[in-house]
């Protein structure tokens, strides 16, 4: 009885354990800054994750499956581009929702692309994302002549800026995308299926699974995400940019692989990647209370990922003994 309640404890703790460091973090940097705690910066911070937290959860779909996409942060400033562009023609009556869709479009087809030349050619992922990557943000350069595109609509900035019953626009499409993206993973034969292939993708197949349309999928997905926070990001910040993403598929991954997801497949949770993108975002934030420069920052989020990965080497490690 006692090994049994041992046993139940140590998983209580391991499943539990980003949490407790997601508070411990929270605590520490209210120490050292007071004002950290107060309500309105927690509220910054849950909207300076959202961006990660989105993309991480396309990630988080992808890394199951056993790839990667370091193309994110790029779709997403060629989707900022494109969504800007329509965003300033909604000035004169186009619906906003011609800019939303500009902007997912952009994520959708590369997700695509990605998906069909890694899955059907078995390109890898790693090479196939990187060079993916520099083509979108070459393409946005193109578009836009490297110049931010201005004058977007104010009903289009009002997408993340404004509030829906008290509470952030950017906090609900959080809220939304982590709802979906659980029910996705967790409750359908198609999250049951991203796992299988991560886990060991010949036998998936030799089960009947059709592995080269589910990676699709994972990819296309991730590819949609990138560019719904294109669209956000431009309505954020009031313009287009194709420098805008700039190291967010590094944010992505970190928030993934900190909220429990495996480099090697298979294992993962969208609520995982939920709490590692606050993690992140509490970093960021308390770091800049405490004047931290942005290069010690990047020092630091590379630490966190190094250390994110030993515990995964590590607790599989155990599992084999």
Same mark, same amino acid.
């Given at each position: ?96 929702? $011609?800019?939303? =869709?500009?902007?997912?479009?952009? *994520?959708?087809? /590369?997700?695509? @692309?990605? %998906?069909?030349? +890694? ?62 993206? $659980?029910?996705? =993973?967790?409750?359908?034969?198609? *999250?049951?299926? /991203?796992?299988? @292939?991560? %886990?060991?993708? +010949? ?119």
């Amino acid at each position: 009885m006692a090994d049994i309640k041992s046993l139940m404890m140590e998983k209580f703790v391991r499943r539990t354990a980003i949490i407790w460091v997601l508070l411990l973090l929270i605590i520490g940097m209210t120490f050292f800054s007071p004002m950290f705690i107060s309500p309105g910066n927690l509220l910054l911070v849950v909207k300076q994750s959202t961006i990660t937290g989105i993309l991480g959860i396309g990630m988080t779909l992808v890394i199951i499956t056993g790839g990667i996409d370091l193309s994110v942060g790029a779709v997403l400033a060629l989707s900022s581009v494109c969504s800007a562009m329509f965003g300033g023609l909604a000035a004169q009556q186009l619906p906003i929702i $011609a800019a939303i =869709l500009a902007g997912v479009f952009a *994520g959708l087809l /590369f997700g695509i @692309i990605n %998906g069909l030349i +890694i899955s059907y050619l078995n390109f890898p992922s790693f090479i196939m994302t990187l060079a993916t990557s520099m083509i979108a943000r070459g393409i946005a350069k193109i578009l836009c002549n490297a110049k931010p595109v201005l004058g977007i609509s104010d009903s289009f900035k009002n997408l993340a800026n404004g509030f829906f019953l008290g509470i952030p626009n950017l906090a609900v499409c959080f809220a939304i995308v982590f709802a979906l993206g $659980a029910v996705l =993973l967790n409750k359908t034969v198609l *999250g049951s299926r /991203f796992f299988a @292939i991560g %886990g060991n993708e +010949i036998g998936a197949r030799l089960s009947g699974v059709n592995t080269k349309r589910v990676k699709l999928i994972a990819y296309t997905f991730c590819g949609i995400l990138a560019g719904f926070c294109g669209v956000l990001m431009t309505s954020r910040i009031s313009s287009g940019s194709s420098i805008t993403g700039e190291g967010y598929e590094l944010n992505a991954i970190a928030a993934a692989v900190i909220g429990g997801t495996s480099m090697s497949g298979g294992v993962g949770t969208i609520w995982g990647t939920v709490v590692g993108a606050l993690i992140i975002g509490v970093i960021q934030n308390g770091l800049d209370f405490m004047n931290v420069s942005a290069f010690y920052q990047d020092i630091i989020k590379g630490v966190i990922i190094i250390i994110a990965v030993l515990m995964d080497l590590n607790s599989k490690n155990k599992k084999s003994l």
